[in-house]
């Protein structure tokens, strides 16, 4: 009779993580295993965003790498990031018109931030160039233009899924004071 009991209960238990989708146990292990404060040794940056160039030509060289972008099609790209997380002060994710479900992203960068995005600018030439987060390809955009030098939010229409686009606005800010830390936190181990 015990026997039973236990068997429906691991049979109940599959059922529920089925019908309520992975995407919740997810995030809930990935909340689980870090500090959410930035300054913390347990912090551990997540939705770590990189842009990259193409490779039009390979010519195996250290500095390409080969990404699969779906499960039949891979490039190569340039594995020197043009642009990155560290650059990022805040994000927002802004829902396409029509599309609820797809979202593009403004990101509101620091001042060499911005530097990099007129090189990465000028470098694309109105290529495409690929975004990653977490070493995982998200998609393709080119790079806007920045009007003015005055201007702190760049737009990227890449058209991410809810959930990538909530962790690249919900990290942004942690990663950035991560990756930024204040001079005065440089000399705690001093003491």
Aim: hydrophobic letters at 40%; glycine letters at 6%.
């Amino acid at each position: 009779m015990k026997l039973g009991k236990l068997r429906f209960l691991v049979l109940l238990a599959c059922s529920l993580v089925f019908c309520s989708g992975c995407e919740i146990f997810r995030e809930a292990l990935e909340e689980s295993y870090s500090s959410e404060d930035p300054t913390s040794d347990d912090f551990e940056s997540k939705f770590n965003i990189g842009v990259f160039q193409i490779v039009q030509y390979p010519r195996a060289s250290i500095l390409e790498k080969e990404i699969s972008i779906d499960e039949n099609n891979s490039i190569c790209i340039n594995t020197n990031a043009l642009f990155s997380s560290k650059r990022i002060r805040q994000a927002r994710a802004i829902p396409r018109p029509g599309n609820p479900d797809v979202y593009d992203l403004e990101f509101r960068i620091d001042r060499m931030g911005k530097t990099q995005w007129m090189v990465m600018h000028g470098s694309a030439r109105n290529d495409r160039v690929v975004m990653m987060v977490d070493d995982r390809f998200v998609g393709f955009f080119r790079p806007q233009e920045f009007v003015d030098g005055k201007q702190d939010w760049v737009k990227v229409r890449i058209g991410v899924d809810n959930y990538t686009a909530k962790g690249i606005v919900k990290f942004a800010k942690k990663n950035y004071e991560y990756y930024n830390p204040e001079a005065k936190s440089w000399f705690n181990n001093l003491f």
